[in-house]
């Protein structure tokens, strides 16, 4: 007997192993992947000419670890998954408590320290680094001054950044009711509270309040970007010959211009102050004429502009392809923002909702995908990469503002290093909100991956299994399930801790909708862009002899 029992403790432990390792090896797999494309993504729109290497790495690590943190999603939500069998009961390997407590651990675990390296990176690494480069302009001052200014200024940074912890740490979640509880014994259940969360509270608190910065983000570039981008993929560039004719016309007139007030000085009297100003302007206009004709020109020549015009049935269908996949998106965001105005537990519990009363095609898409894994791993990354892009596309049509004032322009080849660290400090940050994002999209996913649990039922249902004539109906997962019966993803937990950030990010999402539909109007009424980044005398981005193709 002892050796049969210890056979299946084997045969348990081995299945474990198995079940973790394939979750894992995917996870490293898409690691890889991350740290390549963040490299190359980061190489492409850095400059030329100012490019640092501390500024590069940081970028790239500070963009990685964002993807990779929403890589671990599908990895959270497959492993609580396959704790269970189609009919709702555990696995041999998952019907241990503390097998389940360690598997849920490791996620835990990998959450914990992927959101302690983005604080590490927002308030303290990012900040150092821009400051130290917005010093370096200055060459009156010493490399250990840079430093002592770049540390004061952060030091800001770490300051909110210990404020947001410690309101994370002591905000009361379960104070004591009772009214005969001195201040002490509240204190005293705070304290509790905190070691037996080992601090999830306070890192929750200060991603959540991250994630809100990400939301606006979101809904400024990324809500734009979906509609802005696939438009002008179906619009394609204006014609580069039409653009030299138009251009070679302005230097003509330009020029006229220029003989007009010259011919007002012919009789060797001097010229007015504002005719002089005039001339000016006209001269630094010029320059820029013909500057844009030189590439103009480079540009017709290109092979690169042949290959666009053989490839525009291409670009013409993705940019249908990614229209469809916005509309999509703002169709599931709107069906599971109504169900939780129509269904959902209310205003004081964020707007929990329990199960699902309206048909969500992603929700249903993802569950269907599980079945057979990594798909929806892949479909899970494909959202996330499609965040990104339409982020970046916004940012690129946008540009980094705060408030009124235009901070950078974002351009292939000529981002400064300081607009470099301020894109991927808002690509982390959209990234970070990506999870809740994917969340509003595929609620039960999210939550509870494909995980059913059996309920006895005298009421006839689509599911049913028969056992002595006892009815037993088989449900999927929601937030109304037993505790014991349905785990919930990490994921989850680190999402809706506090109550109030589901509120904001409810009415986040009707924001963003929104933003979109007025984005796509917007972006429906524009022109053409031209074959080259316009070019202006103010930009500070840009110098003489650089300019980049859409």
């Known amino acids: ?19 973790s390792a394939l979750g894992w090896s995917i996870f490293a797999v898409v690691l890889l992947a991350i740290l390549c494309f963040c490299w190359i993504y980061v190489r492409k729109y850095q400059s030329q000419q100012e490019s640092e290497v501390i500024s ?25 998954s396959f704790m269970k069998y189609s009919n709702g009961s555990f696995q041999e390997w998952a019907d241990s408590n503390i097998t389940r407590q360690q598997i849920e651990n490791s996620v835990l675990y990998g959450y914990y320290t992927l959101y302690s390296i983005i604080l590490f990176c927002v308030f303290l690494l990012i900040p150092f680094v821009y400051f130290f480069y917005e010093e370096k302009g200055d060459d009156a001052i010493s490399q250990c001054s840079q430093v002592k200014n770049a540390l004061k200024y952060t030091l800001g940074f770490m300051v909110v950044c210990t404020v947001l912890l410690l309101i994370g740490a002591f905000v009361p979640l379960d104070v004591p009711t009772s009214k005969n509880s001195t201040e002490w014994e509240k204190m005293k259940s705070l304290f509790q509270e905190l070691g037996s969360s080992h601090g999830l509270a306070a890192l929750s608190f200060s991603i959540s309040s991250l994630t809100l910065i990400g939301m606006l983000s979101i809904i ?21 010959r039409y653009e030299r004719l138009e251009n070679t016309d302005d230097i003509e007139e330009v020029e006229q211009q220029m003989e007009n007030i010259k011919s007002k000085c012919k009789d060797g009297r001097p010229l007015h102050h504002k005719d002089r100003r005039a001339l000016q302007q006209l001269e630094e206009k010029l320059r820029t004429l013909r500057r844009r004709e030189r590439h103009l020109e480079d540009v017709e020549k290109s092979f690169w502009t042949k290959c666009c015009c053989a490839l525009r049935p291409i670009k013409i269908a993705l940019g249908i392809f990614f229209i469809l996949i916005a509309l999509l998106f703002t169709v599931c965001l709107f069906l599971s923002n109504l169900d939780k105005a129509l269904h959902s537990a209310g205003f004081n519990s964020g707007f929990v909702i329990f199960g699902t009363n309206l048909t969500n095609p992603l929700n249903m898409l993802l569950l269907d995908l599980q079945i057979v894994f990594p798909l929806d791993y892949i479909l899970i990354a494909v959202i996330t990469l499609y965040f990104v892009l339409t982020s970046m596309a916004g940012i690129r049509e946008m540009g980094i ?9 974002i ?11 301020f894109l991927c400090m808002i690509l982390l940050l959209i990234v970070l909100h990506t999870s809740y994002m994917i969340y509003s999209l595929a609620p039960q996913y999210v939550m509870y991956g494909s995980q059913k649990y059996p309920v006895q039922s005298n009421v006839t249902s689509v599911e049913l299994l028969h056992d002595n004539s006892t009815h037993v109906e088989i449900r999927i997962c929601d937030a109304g399930a ?10 989850y937990l680190f999402l809706h801790k506090f109550w109030f950030f589901g509120v904001i990010y409810y009415f986040g999402n009707w924001a963003f909708i929104a933003v979109f539909l007025i984005g796509l109007v917007v972006s429906c009424c524009k022109g053409k862009k031209s074959m080259i980044d316009e070019v202006n005398d103010d930009d500070s981005d840009l110098s003489g002899d650089e300019l980049s193709y859409p």
Do not use: H
């Open 220 to 240: 400024t570039y990324t809500a734009y970007g979906m509609s802005a981008l696939p438009l002008n993929l179906i619009k394609g560039p204006r014609s580069v």
């Open 411 to 421: 351009r292939p080849g000529r981002t400064r290093p300081q607009a470099l660290l």
């Open 482 to 491: 037993p505790e014991d019966q349905c785990i919930l993803t990490r994921t």
């Open 1 to 19: 007997r002892c050796a049969c029992l210890l056979q299946e403790v084997k045969m348990a432990t081995t299945s474990v192993v198995s079940e």
């Open 401 to 409: 503002w705060f408030f009124w004032m235009r901070l950078y322009k």
């Open 56 to 80: 590069t790495i940081t970028a790239i690590c500070a963009l990685a670890i964002a993807l990779i943190t929403a890589a671990l999603l599908p990895v959270d939500i497959f492993l609580v």
